[in-house]
């Protein structure tokens, strides 16, 4: 069963680095990895995407093993505006097609 | 920027009622979704639509349909509303073919008494 795991909650004190893991165990061969943030009231924003190796942006990194059933996700020197949640979007292969599949996000609080 | 707008950000209705939840995108994308999300279960996909009066069906598609009669606009119908659709529903669209830069309008929150 395709399936995206990553943990449901994570602390962080404020100019830390944060990592969020996400596993996809039966991610698409040819398909990207991608994260978004989600604020209160708000639907999902895109913060990045990737395939392989590592990616980096103005706002975070991603880290894709050679495997690419994880990712990570790294967000340097976190302040309170990050305390949000991180969703991970993989898609994946499973009953014969490809399917869109979000874990069931990732709550970030930032504390000063 | 884009944009993507929800008709409602709250609604509240009766079991048994229709309920139409409407989407509006300004960027001429092709591509539009439709998401439930609930507490500890992520986003799930209802439906998606990748051209004008194209759909498919996502993981949970039971209850709900779709119409997209013009690029712009993608509509949810719930044709019975349940107290188990109760729930936020998203909508989102890309110009990417594959799928995974979506932009997400706000949200509504669909409460079924």
């Known amino acids: 069963l395709a399936k995206t795991t990553q943990p449901i909650s994570m602390d962080s004190y404020e100019g830390q680095e944060v990592n969020i893991t996400c596993s996809h165990n039966n991610i698409a061969t040819n398909d990207y990895i991608t994260w978004y943030q989600q604020f209160p009231s708000q639907g999902p924003r895109f913060i990045i995407q990737g395939y392989k190796t590592k990616v980096t942006n103005e706002v975070a990194s991603l880290f894709i093993p050679a495997d690419r059933k994880s990712s990570t996700l790294s967000l340097p020197r976190v302040s309170l505006s990050d305390t949000a949640v991180y969703y991970c979007l993989s898609i994946m292969f499973s009953g014969g097609y490809n399917k869109l599949i979000f874990g069931a996000g990732t709550r970030l609080a930032v504390h000063p | 920027d884009v944009k993507v707008t929800q008709s409602s950000r709250y609604l509240v209705k009766r079991t048994g009622e229709k309920v139409f939840l409407e989407c509006v995108q300004d960027m001429d994308h092709e591509n539009m979704f439709w998401y439930r999300q609930d507490p500890g279960l992520g986003l799930r996909l209802i439906y998606f639509s990748y051209d004008v009066k194209m759909k498919e069906k996502g993981d949970i598609p039971e209850g709900y349909s779709v119409s997209r009669e013009k690029k712009e606009r993608f509509s949810l119908i719930l044709e019975s509303a349940s107290t188990n659709q109760t729930s936020m529903y998203l909508c989102?669209?890309?110009?990417?073919?594959?799928?995974?830069?979506?932009?997400f309008g706000p949200g509504t929150r669909l409460t079924v008494l």
């Open positions: 989102a669209s890309t110009g990417e073919a594959n799928f995974n830069e979506q932009f």
